[in-house]
C-alpha cells in the first residue's frame, strides 16, 4: 500500500522555466492538498481539492495553479519559477475536508531549488 | 492568517529524559490541535490530536496537555528514545477542518543516547 506518492523527489529549474509536479494516492481518499514547507515557517497550505472536481487557493497560491485529473491525482503546476518558490513541497491526502477524524497523510515530498 | 506559536526551535534531550514542546494560539475558534512527527526525508504523519473537551491525552509515551484558558497546548515526551529524534509540528484548526489548519513552525527534537 504506496499510500501517498510524489514526483519528482528533487528537480533543479532555472527561473522562468515551468514544470509539474505530480501526486497520486491509492487510500480513495475525497481530498488533496499542495503544501510547501520552508525553514522556521512550517507547512503552508498552496491549494486544494475537497473533492474530484473542485480546487481552491490555499494561504500561498501565487505562482502555481493546480489540476485534480481524478480522484487519485493531483498535481501542482509552476508556470514560470522563480528562486522564491525554492521549497519542499508536499501532497496530502484525506478522507474529507471538514471531518476530525480525517487526519491528513503525507507523501515523502519534492525537493525544488529555483536558481 | 492566524497565527500558532511553537517553541523551542529545537531540543536536545538525553535518553530517557522528558522531551516538552509548546505551542501557543490566539485564535479561540480553534477547536482541533493535532501533533505531526517528521522524519528526514519523509513527511509528517499524524502523531497524537487533542479536542478542547479534555485537559489531556496520552497516547503510549506521548501525551498532549491542553490549556483552554491559556490558549496553549503542549506535547510531552516521557522515556525520550533515539528514535524520538524528528521534527514535530504542532497545528490547530476550526471544526476539525483540514483545509483550515494552521501549522507551528516545527522543533527539531534530537535524543542522545
Partial sequence: NAGVTQTPKFQVLKTGQSMTLQCAQDMNHNSMYWYRQDPGMGLRLIYYS???GTTDKGEVPNGYNVSRLNKREFSLRLESAAPSQT??????SSMTETKYNSPLHFGNGTRLTVT | ?????QSPQSLIVQKGGISIINC????????YFPWYQQFPGKGPALLIAIRPDVSEKKEGRFTISFNKSAKQFSLHIMDSQPGDSATYFCAASTSGSARQLTFGSGTQLTVLP
Avoid: G, M
Fill in chain 1, 50 to 52: 475537497a473533492s474530484e
Fill in chain 1, 87 to 92: 521549497s519542499v513541497y508536499f501532497c496530502a
Fill in chain 2, 1 to 5: 492568517q492566524q497565527q500558532v506559536k
Fill in chain 2, 24 to 31: 501557543a494560539y490566539e485564535n479561540t475558534a480553534f477547536d
